[in-house]
Structures are given as structure tokens and as C-alpha cells.
């Protein structure tokens, strides 16, 4: 299972958000440039529908695939008082032709998106991984180099850290905590849930800003 928060942050304020996860993490950024394509199983599979997701790493110089699945979340009282979302999910590694092996067992292409920008991957009291990208539609089937960004002004922000039953009530504090750190310049919480834009997002980013161009970055 995976412990998963969403947030959105204006384009003009990437840089701020970049400048200060490079301090919370001291890692170096990874570059994210994923096809991501939706399939839905059709009715020759069963009464009840299921969706997987492949995604195509571009960022290599040898693309890979991933099936993913989504599972259920996590439901009851105790998930409902938290602010992050618990839910299974399974990923496998995939050769280059999952999408003809999908195609002929029955599903289909539902929607496609290409999502590019950059990822954080730390350890800071559970594996974290923090992934700001923008996403954007393709004009023709499968054209990632003709993708158009849907909302240029605004990026998606993703955390994500894997869990288990044994462990997932210390991952959703690790992930709260840290989700913390960031409120200044955007408000993080569960997938479906956002309330937009940080009003203090502006100041907050100019002031990152200045910090890093006076040196002051590194000590975040």
C-alpha cells in the first residue's frame, strides 16, 4: 500500500518549491517525463470494470514500462481522520509491448497524458517521494512530442510513501510532517480533495528565492 497527498502550485512558483525541497532533502533532483495511458477492461472481462495504468519512463535513455493498479482506500473512522490517503497498489515492470498485450485481452485506451518535471527521492522518517509535474494531453495518439499542456499556469505536486499494515500509522505522520514544511507555498491533501492556490505562496517564494540567490538555499 502507498501513503498518498496532492497539491497544486502556480507555475511562476516551481522554482521557490524546487529551491526549498533541495533543502529538505539534500538530495539532487531527478528528471519525470512519463506517458501515462489509462486502460479500462471491456465487457468480455467481466460484469464489474477494472483499470490499470502503463507508464513509460522517457526520462531514460532506454524507456521502461510499469503496469500500475490502483486499489481501494483505506475506509473507516480512523481514515477518515486523517489528512493523507492510505490505499493499495501494485506495480510490476513491464517489457515494451504491455500496451499489444492489454489491447488483446480486451481493454481499452480510456485517456493518455504525458507529465513532465522532476522528483525528490529521500528518507526523512519513511521513504518520501515528492513529484511536481505538469500534465498535458496529446493532440494525436500517442504523440508525447505534440502533448499540450492542460493548465500551463499550474503544476501538480505529488507525495507518495509506501506503507504496510504493520506500519502505515507512522508513513501517514512521517508524510503529515512533512507536508508541514511546505504549507507556505501550497496546501496538500487527499486526491480529489484540493482547496487551491496558497494565498501565501507569493511571499513565501520570493522569499526562498532571495535566500537562494544569497547563499542561504543550502541551510533550509
Known amino acids: 500500500m502507498e501513503c498518498v497527498v496532492q497539491g497544486i502550485i502556480e507555475t511562476q512558483h516551481v522554482d521557490a518549491l524546487e529551491v526549498l525541497l533541495q533543502g529538505l532533502s539534500g538530495v539532487p533532483k531527478e528528471r519525470v517525463r512519463v506517458h501515462e495511458l489509462c486502460l479500462k477492461s471491456g465487457p468480455n472481462l467481466g460484469v464489474v470494470p477494472s483499470e490499470v495504468r502503463l507508464l ?6 532506454t524507456p521502461s514500462w510499469t503496469i500500475r493498479h490502483v486499489g481501494g482506500a483505506m475506509r ?4 477518515e481522520q486523517i489528512s493523507v490517503l492510505v490505499r493499495s497498489i501494485v506495480e510490476s515492470k513491464a517489457s515494451n509491448n504491455v500496451l499489444r498485450y492489454f489491447y488483446g485481452i480486451g481493454y481499452k485506451l480510456d485517456h493518455e497524458v504525458l507529465k513532465g518535471g522532476f ?18 494531453k496529446m493532440t494525436k495518439l500517442h504523440a508525447t512530442n505534440e502533448a499540450v499542456p492542460i493548465t500551463p499556469a499550474i503544476q501538480l505536486v505529488e507525495i507518495t510513501a509506501p506503507a504496510a499494515a504493520d506500519n502505515y500509522n507512522d508513513v501517514v505522520s512521517a508524510v503529515t510532517s512533512f507536508c508541514e514544511y511546505l504549507a507556505p507555498l501550497l496546501h496538500l491533501s487527499k486526491p480529489g480533495n484540493s482547496t487551491g492556490i496558497v494565498p501565501t505562496a507569493g511571499a513565501a517564494a520570493a522569499s526562498l528565492m532571495s535566500s537562494a540567490g544569497g547563499g542561504g538555499g543550502k541551510t533550509l
Do not use: P, Y
Request: aromatic content about 8%; charged content about 10%; some cysteine.
Open 119 to 136: 522528483a525528490f527521492r529521500f528518507h526523512r522518517g519513511a521513504q518520501i517521494t515528492v513529484t511536481v509535474t505538469s500534465v498535458s
Open 56 to 61: 513509460c519512463d522517457l526520462a531514460q535513455s
Open 76 to 79: 473507516g473512522a480512523g481514515a
